[in-house]
C-alpha cells in the first residue's frame, strides 16, 4: 500500500523551513527517507524504525509517530543544496525489504 | 568504485523490439532491486532477488523478466517493448537485517518510440 506524501511541492527561500509528511493507514515496520536531485538517483537520508523515534541528519531530522503510522522530515535553515525531491519508503511488518514509495515531495529552495 | 552500476544509461528503440538492462552491484549485498521512475517521478518497486531467489514480483506485466545469475547481478529483460515502457529504470541493493539502505544505480533511461 502506498503511503501518502504531503504536500506535492514546496518553494522555500535559504533559510527557511520545511516540514514534509508521510502516512499510512496501517502500522509500520519503518520508514525510510530519500532524496533525488534532478537527473540523478535517489539518496539515503534515514530510516527510522521505531514508535517515538526521531532521528537527525545535519539540519535535517525525522520522527515517526507512537502508532508507526506517520513521519515527517523536517529541513531547518534551508540551504540551495537540498533542492530535489524527497520520497518516503515504507516497509510492511510481513515484506521487510519490499520498500513502497510516496509520490515524491519536489522541494524548491530559491536564493 | 561504483557500487552499483547499470548499462545502458541511455537505449531508444522501436515498439515490439527486445532489450536488455544490465546491473551489477560491488557491495556484497544480498538483496537487489529494479524500480520503474515514469514520467511523474513515480518510483515503483518491480523486482527483489535474495540470495537468487525472488521474493518479491509486482503486478508488473510477464514481459518483463529479471535474471540473476550471482547474487552481484541483476538484469532486467523486457520483450515486445511497449510506448508506456519508456521510463528511467533504476537497479538497487541492500543487505537484508539491520539498516537496509538501498543503495541505487545511475539509472537507466529507456525510450520506446
Known amino acids: 500500500q502506498q503511503p501518502v506524501q504531503s504536500p506535492q511541492a514546496v518553494i522555500l527561500r535559504e533559510g527557511e523551513d520545511a516540514v514534509i509528511n508521510c502516512s499510512s493507514s496501517k502500522a509500520l515496520y519503518s520508514v525510510h527517507w530519500y532524496r533525488q536531485k534532478h537527473g540523478e538517483a535517489p539518496v539515503f537520508l534515514m530510516i527510522?524504525?521505531?514508535?517515538?523515534e526521531q532521528k537527525g541528519h545535519e539540519k535535517i531530522s525525522a520522527s515517526f509517530n507512537e502508532k508507526k503510522q506517520q513521519s515527517s522530515l523536517y529541513l531547518t535553515a534551508s540551504q540551495l543544496s537540498y533542492s530535489g525531491t524527497y520520497f518516503c519508503?515504507?516497509?510492511?511488518?510481513?515484506?521487510?525489504?519490499?520498500?513502497?514509495f510516496g509520490k515524491g515531495t519536489k522541494l524548491s529552495v530559491k536564493p | 568504485d561504483t557500487a552499483v552500476s547499470q548499462t545502458p544509461k541511455y537505449l531508444v528503440t522501436q515498439m515490439g523490439n527486445d532489450k536488455s538492462i544490465k546491473c551489477e552491484q560491488n557491495?556484497?549485498?544480498?538483496?537487489m532491486y529494479w524500480y520503474k521512475q515514469d514520467s511523474k517521478k513515480f518510483l515503483k518497486i518491480m523486482f527483489s532477488y535474495n540470495n537468487k531467489e525472488l521474493i518479491i514480483n509486482e503486478t508488473v506485466p510477464n514481459r518483463f523478466s529479471p535474471k540473476s545469475p550471482d547474487k552481484a547481478h541483476l538484469n532486467l529483460h523486457i520483450n515486445s517493448l511497449e510506448l508506456g515502457d519508456s521510463a528511467v529504470y533504476f537497479c538497487?541493493?541492500?543487505?537484508?537485517?539491520?539498516?537496509?539502505?538501498?543503495?541505487f544505480g545511475e539509472g537507466s533511461r529507456l525510450t520506446v518510440l
Open positions: 557491495l556484497g549485498h544480498d538483496t
Open positions: 519508503g515504507t516497509e510492511n511488518g510481513g515484506s521487510q525489504g519490499n520498500l513502497i
Open positions: 527510522l524504525l521505531k514508535g517515538g
Open positions: 538497487a541493493s541492500s543487505q537484508s537485517g539491520g539498516v537496509r539502505e538501498l543503495f
